[in-house]
C-alpha cells in the first residue's frame, strides 16, 4: 500500500524554524518527483517546494531563501526545513508524489 506520513508541524511563534519530515512506504522516493504544498484557511492549495527524480529542487517565491526540500534516500523521507517562519506560513502541509498525497500536517506561526 503507498502511503506519505506527514510529521512535524507544530505551532511556533514568527522567525522559528520547523523541520517538517514525509515518510514514505510503498514506493521509492528518490526515483520519483516529490513535493510539499500548503493550504491555509480559505485558500487554494499551493505547491511550496518541489524536488524532482534528479535532485533539482524549485520553490514558490513566497518561501524562497527561506525553505529547504530534500530527500534522505536510506530513509525513504522526504524533508522540508523552514526557516524564518512567518504568520501568513500557517497552513496545513502536505506531501505530494505523483497520485499520491499525505493527510497533512498543520504549521501554526503566531506573531
Known amino acids: 500500500q503507498v502511503q506519505l506520513v506527514e510529521s512535524g508541524g507544530g505551532l511556533v511563534q514568527a522567525g522559528e524554524s520547523l523541520r517538517l519530515s514525509c515518510a514514505a512506504s510503498?514506493?521509492?522516493?528518490?526515483?520519483?518527483?516529490a513535493g510539499w504544498y500548503r493550504q491555509a484557511p480559505g485558500k487554494q492549495r499551493e505547491l511550496v517546494a518541489h524536488?524532482?527524480?534528479?535532485?533539482?529542487?524549485n520553490y514558490a517565491d513566497s518561501v524562497k531563501g527561506r525553505f529547504t526540500v530534500s530527500r534522505d534516500v536510506a530513509e525513504n523521507t522526504m524533508y522540508l526545513q523552514m526557516n524564518s517562519l512567518k504568520p501568513e506560513d500557517t497552513a496545513v502541509y502536505y506531501c505530494?508524489?505523483?497520485?499520491?498525497w499525505g493527510k497533512g500536517t498543520l504549521v501554526t506561526v503566531s506573531s
Open positions: 524536488i524532482t527524480d534528479t535532485g533539482n529542487t
Open positions: 505530494w508524489t505523483p497520485n499520491v
Open positions: 510503498g514506493i521509492i522516493f528518490s526515483v520519483r518527483d
